[in-house]
Antibody
Framework: EVQLVESGGGLVQPGGSLRLSCAAS????????MNWVRQAPGKGLEWVAKINQGGSEKYYVDSVKGRFTISRDDAKNSLYLQMNSLRAEDTALYYC??????????WGQGTLVTVSS | QSALTQPPSASGSPGQSVTISCTGT?????????VSWYQQHPGKAPKLMIYEVTKRPSGVPDRFSGSKSGNTASLTVSGLQAEDEADYYCGSSAVNNNYVFGTGTKVTVL
């Protein structure tokens, strides 16, 4: 059974940093693109970043470029999102999502990030 | 990259059909056959319902179908059931290896 379990969310002040983690199991993690998708409270979905197999290609939504870094550790079956210079508008539930056939076919339950003073 | 445009709401009675549109541009929906649809119930993670415009993942009922014409994709839910009441989002691959979601549609079963 495919499982994606996010962790690392919490309350952080504006300008602060946070590192999200996603533990994957039930599939060959190293064979898949992986994504982070976020959803602000009561709002829609927003794709944040994606990384290819091996980690040589990384892509970001414009609003987080230069502030967020996606990475992966295939030996640990883990995906990460380093978030720096956090802003109030980054407040959201962050989902770890497996990529396949140009879509997100499995989603974690999310970890909540709140940016507030 | 702007969000794809969906109607805020749609509704139908049990057994009827409802169709949701998803309008983008030639830089996303119109330029790629990687349009997908997601169902999200309150407090739950989204679930993939359609990928590559028309394909259904294993376990998704054939009441759900997808199509695309030009810059607009559509999701049709036939034979509406109470459990189909949820938010639905389209998504599409986009230029520069981006990905963009739709604004979301709340489907109500009357």
């Amino acid at each position: 059974e495919v499982q994606l379990v996010e962790s690392g969310g919490g309350l952080v002040q504006p300008g602060g940093s946070l590192r999200l983690s996603c533990a994957a199991s039930g599939f060959t993690f190293s064979s898949y693109w992986m994504n982070w998708v976020r959803q602000a409270p009561g709002k829609g979905l927003e794709w944040v970043a994606k990384i290819n197999q091996g980690g040589s290609e990384k892509y970001y939504v414009d609003s987080v470029k230069g502030r967020f870094t996606i990475s992966r550790d295939d030996a640990k079956n883990s995906l990460y999102l380093q978030m720096n210079s956090l802003r109030a508008e980054d407040t959201a539930l962050y989902y770890c999502v497996r990529g396949r056939n140009g879509a997100g076919d499995y989603w974690g339950q999310g970890t909540l990030v709140t940016v507030s003073s | 990259q702007s969000a794809l445009t969906q109607p805020p709401s749609a509704s139908g009675s049990p057994g009827q059909s409802v169709t949701i549109s998803c309008t983008g541009t030639s830089s996303d929906v119109g330029g790629y056959n990687y349009v997908s649809w997601y169902q999200q119930h309150p407090g739950k993670a989204p679930k993939l319902m359609i990928y590559e415009v028309t394909k259904r993942p294993s376990g998704v009922p054939d009441r759900f179908s997808g199509s695309k014409s030009g810059n607009t994709a559509s999701l049709t839910v036939s034979g509406l059931q109470a459990e189909d009441e949820a938010d639905y989002y389209c998504g599409s691959s986009a230029v520069n290896n981006n990905y963009v979601f739709g604004t979301g549609t709340k489907v109500t079963v009357l």
